[in-house]
């Protein structure tokens, strides 16, 4: 059974820092693209970032220069550092794991920015 565990989301002020996590499970995680999105209210999911198995990543360019995607293979874990956040970057953040031919999603976590 495939489970993915988002954790670290909360409220900050503006130019402030979370780090969000994902532990997943039931995957070959080391081989599996890992991707974070996010839904604000009202508005569709979307891509934030992803890093793939050997490390290479790809950021939106809203956050790109302020957001860090990163895993660690031996915790099963896929983090996402944000600092300098903003407003606009409140929503649901999603861990996201493309396998075995279809994606796998956590719960979310609430990420809430103050102004």
């Known amino acids: 059974q495939v489970q993915l565990v988002e954790s670290g989301g909360g409220l900050v002020q503006a130019g402030g820092s979370l780090r969000l996590s994902c532990t997943a499970s039931?995957?070959?995680?080391?081989?599996?693209?890992m991707d974070w999105y996010r839904q604000a209210p009202g508005k569709q999911r979307e891509l934030v970032a992803f890093i793939t198995s050997g490390g290479s990543t790809w950021y939106a360019g809203s956050v790109k220069g302020r957001f860090t995607i990163s895993r660690d293979n031996a915790k099963n874990t896929v983090y996402l550092q944000m600092n300098s956040l903003k407003p606009e970057d409140t929503a649901v953040y999603y861990c996201n794991a493309p396998a075995d031919g279809r994606n796998y999603w956590g719960r979310g976590t609430q990420v809430t920015v103050s102004s």
């Open positions: 039931g995957i070959d995680f080391r081989r599996t693209r």
